[in-house]
Every structure is written in structure tokens, then in C-alpha cells.
């Protein structure tokens, strides 16, 4: 089941890169003494380059209005002697979006669209199975997020039946770019209309990853984006669908069980219907690499840690609330979006709607996954045997002996949605840089009524503890 990857302005060609850098190296470890798992892996992401002497190459379609970063990108992964990209799927101009939501999307994205889906068409047609795509982006800038999100749903109107999930990277709190809040709140509301999964990774979040867990002190994007790819790759590797009977669900050889858990799977465990689809990664653990050999877990461990962690909403294991649990009395609905801030209160609990594990490592055995199964961390719309997945490998992942991601649907998204949409708000009713907009040809209207996407984003994940 093979995923085609569109590489979107400057953070999603940067993750891109990363990404199939971690994902290639993590197959080769295994390639001796695990076919199986690294000729699923190489299936899903690559294909053999044409020229039969040369390394395989990703089904990837990269897109910038500046060239530079896709020079770079390419060069990168030149340089790493192991793949290559196909530069006649790379789509450049010479002038970027100038940070304008509607520069990128009603300028740039309707005259590139059709090349665009050109390269996308010819790297579906070399996938024996589609199971979907994976568009990388920023959200706060004007390529990835507005012709990102012009891409998205011409790609999700060209090809209706396949799985659309969107990777996005949310903006600092203390602000990159003046407007972000305005590309951010437009991105967003143009995703949830088409997207059938929303990746949502917080930079301030993988940024107190670098510092606390991995102690760096200098932190740069590089470093960001590989805690992005190392959270994204263990949840994309190969891996064998489990029930809480730690029993594999299927007789199936390994090949087959290993293509059971892509992009489709992802979809159908995590997004039940349409209104709810913004999720969040949790990966642990992280630490620094030197640190790796020294260290030895216990999957009880994890999985109590990942456990607290989804019910405190903390993107690490250091300095959580264990006092905070699910005994806590539910609040009562908010009734206007001042309250919303309530939900992330000391006295409520992050309520999920739907979560999937994904277990790497030995023991598995020794698994128990019966703390996520609890009826009280979800909402009572769900189907009790709709409310967890698990997914499972035996072997290692990146350096680690044990590792757990927990891909969750829940309120997580609240305080983020919440904070754009205020901000964006204030900056609108002041019309603050509002004319930038409209000379795009961007107007009222269409302002409105993605505030009214989000609001409603957000009241029906509010609805959630109900």
C-alpha cells in the first residue's frame, strides 16, 4: 500500500528530506534478517529508479515558489549516496509567497495546480496500491499553507477515494511571522473541509522535546524536524495490527500483515466522521543518542507514562501532574469561546475520542494496553470497541529498544485552535493587515466564514467530555 508524499515550502520539503532519510536507514538495519518488514517499508515509500544503477527514489512530489530549499533538498539526499529524488516531480518558481495566505492560495496555487497534479498522477501511477497521501507543511507561512492548502483539495477532488492526510506544523505562541494567525486560522479551516486526517505538531511542543528531553541548547529546525520524523516514521513503518490480547489478528504472512497498518488503517482507527479529524503524536521515549545504550525500559513503564501523558495533555513525561486523573468530575460545557480555557484547567482531563498505540521493540509479550482501554478516557458517543487500536513490530526503531506512539484524537487540539482563533479575531475586528489580503483577492466572506469553521471546530471538540 504506497504513499505518495507532496513536500510543501520550505518546512515541508525540510521534513520531507528527514523523514525518508529516517525511514530508509531504519529499513536497512533490518534488511538482512527481516525481508519482510524492509521490502514492505521500501514498497511503501520508494520506488527503483528507471536507471537500474542508481539508488531507488521517493513517490514524493516537492513544491516551493522559491528554489532555493528544494536545491537544497535535493543536494541533501544526493549527498547521502542512499536515494535520490526524481527532479522532473519538483515544482518551483522564482518569487515566494511573501508570507500572504492569499498570495499562495488564489495566486500561486491556481497556475501551479495543474503541474502540480501532473507530477502527482505520474507518481500514483507507479504505485501498484495507492493507499493515500501525506502533504507536509507549515501552516503559518504563505506557501505551505496557502498553496498547501489549494493542493490539498485539488489533490483530495482528483482523487476522492484515497486517504488525504495532512501533516501540518502549528506556529510558536510568541509568533514567527506577524500574521500567522491569519495564514494559520485560513489553513486550518480549508483542511478540515477536505483533509480525512490532520497531524497537528505544535513547535513550541517539539521545541520543549530538544531542550528537555534531548538537552540540547542550541536548538535549530533541523533539530525540530527530526523529532517530527521520528514520531512521524514510527507511526508509518510497517507494522502488524494486535488486539488486547496481545494476539496478531490475522494468519496472514508477514507481507501482507505488514501493508494491513498504513494511511487507510490510520484513518478509519482514529477519524470515525467527518467533523472530528485533528490529531496529535506523543512518542517516547527521546533521549540523546549517546544515551541509548545506557538505558533499558520496561513496557510498563511506557505505556504508564504515555498513559498520564494523554490525560494531562503533556507532550513529554518530565513534570506532569500525576495528581490529575480520570476520577475527576467531568466540567460543564462551555458556552462561549472564553470558556474554552477551561478544559485545560488543573480539574479536567484531556477526553479522547478515539486513540492507536504503536509498540516497537522486544517483549511484546509483556504488553499490556488495558490503562488505554478504560471507558472513562473517552467520550460516551464511541463505541467501546471503537476507542483504542493497536499496532505492533517486534523489531527496534531509530536507535531505540522500546518505543511507544500514541497517534490520539482528543481535546488536545482546543488550547491551539482556540489561541489562533482569538488572536486572528482581534487582528481582524481591528483590520489589522487586512488589505494584504484583499488585494488578492481575498474578502470578508471568505474571512467569516473560516472563523465560523473553527468555532465550530472547536465547539465540537469541546462537546467531546459530554
Known amino acids: 500500500m504506497s504513499i505518495v508524499t507532496v513536500q510543501l515550502g520550505q518546512c515541508g520539503n525540510q521534513i520531507g528530506n528527514q523523514l525518508f532519510s529516517t525511514i530508509y536507514n531504519d ?16 514498497e511503501r515509500f520508494f520506488y527503483a529508479s528507471p536507471n537500474t544503477a542508481c539508488a531507488p527514489m521517493p513517490r514524493a512530489v516537492l513544491v516551493d515558489m522559491e528554489s532555493k530549499v528544494i536545491q537544497q533538498t535535493i ?25 500572504n495566505w492569499a498570495n499562495g492560495y488564489l495566486c500561486h496555487g491556481p497556475s501551479a495546480c495543474d503541474d502540480i497534479l501532473e507530477m502527482v498522477q505520474r507518481q500514483t501511477e507507479r504505485c501498484d496500491s495507492l493507499a493515500g497521501f501525506l502533504v507536509l507543511m507549515s501552516v503559518a507561512g504563505g506557501t505551505g499553507s496557502g498553496v498547501g492548502a489549494r493542493v490539498s483539495e485539488e489533490i483530495k477532488d482528483s482523487y476522492p477515494k484515497s486517504v488525504l492526510a495532512n501533516q501540518i506544523v502549528w506556529p510558536y505562541d510568541s509568533g514567527e511571522v506577524i500574521v500567522q494567525d491569519y495564514n494559520t486560522l485560513l489553513t486550518t479551516a480549508h483542511l478540515q473541509r477536505v483533509s480525512d486526517a490532520i497531524l497537528l505538531l505544535q513547535n513550541d511542543q517539539l521545541h520543549k522535546v530538544c531542550s528537555k528531553l534531548l538537552r540540547l541548547k542550541e536548538i535549530t529546525f533541523k533539530d525540530i524536524n527530526s523529532v ?3 514520531s512521524l516514521a514510527s507511526v508509518l513503518q510497517p507494522s502488524i495490527r494486535f488486539d488486547h490480547h496481545n494476539q496478531i489478528s490475522s494468519s496472514a504472512p508477514d507481507s ?13 482507527s482514529l477519524c470515525p466522521t467527518p467533523s472530528y479529524k485533528m490529531l496529535s503524536l506523543k512518542t517516547i521515549p527521546q533521549i540523546p543518542e549517546r544515551s541509548h545504550e545506557y538505558t533499558h525500559y520496561l513496557w510498563s513503564g511506557l505505556l504508564k507514562h504515555l498513559r498520564q501523558m494523554l490525560i494531562t495533555n503533556s507532550p513529554i513525561e518530565e513534570g506532569m501532574d500525576w495528581a490529575r486523573d480520570i476520577g475527576v468530575q467531568r466540567p460543564s460545557r462551555p458556552t462561549n469561546p472564553e470558556q474554552y480555557a477551561s478544559l485545560c484547567s488543573p480539574d479536567h482531563f484531556n477526553t479522547s475520542l478515539a486513540n492507536l498505540i504503536v509498540l516497537r521493540g522486544n517483549e511484546l509479550n509483556a504488553v499490556d494496553t488495558s490503562g488505554f482501554t478504560d471507558p472513562r478516557l473517552y467520550s460516551n458517543s464511541v463505541p467501546q470497541s471503537c476507542t483504542c487500536s493497536v499496532w505492533c513490530s517486534s523489531l527496534g526503531f531509530n536507535g531505540y529498544e522500546k518505543t511507544c506512539t500514541l497517534v490520539s484524537n482528543s481535546q488536545s487540539c482546543i488550547r491551539p485552535l482556540n489561541s489562533v482563533c482569538r488572536k486572528a479575531w482581534n487582528m481582524y475586528t481591528a483590520k489589522a493587515y487586512v488589505h494584504q489580503y484583499e488585494k488578492y483577492g481575498l474578502d470578508s466572506e471568505d474571512f467569516l466564514s473560516c472563523f465560523v469553521t473553527m468555532e465550530q471546530l472547536i465547539k465540537d471538540y469541546a462537546g467531546l467530555q459530554l
Not at 27 to 42: G, K, M, P, T
Open 27 to 42: 529499513a536497512q538495519v533490518h534488511q538482512r534478517l527481516h525481508r519482510d518488514y524492509d521490502s514492505s517499508s521500501i
Open 75 to 99: 543536494s541533501s539526499a544526493r549527498r547521502s549516496k542512499t536515494w535520490l529524488y526524481d527532479e522532473r516531480c519538483v515544482y518551483t518558481q522564482k518569487r515566494g509567497s511573501g508570507n
Open 228 to 230: 517530527v520524523c521520528h
Open 256 to 268: 501482507l500483515l505488514y501493508n494491513m497498518c498504513s494511511l487507510t488503517a490510520l484513518q478509519e
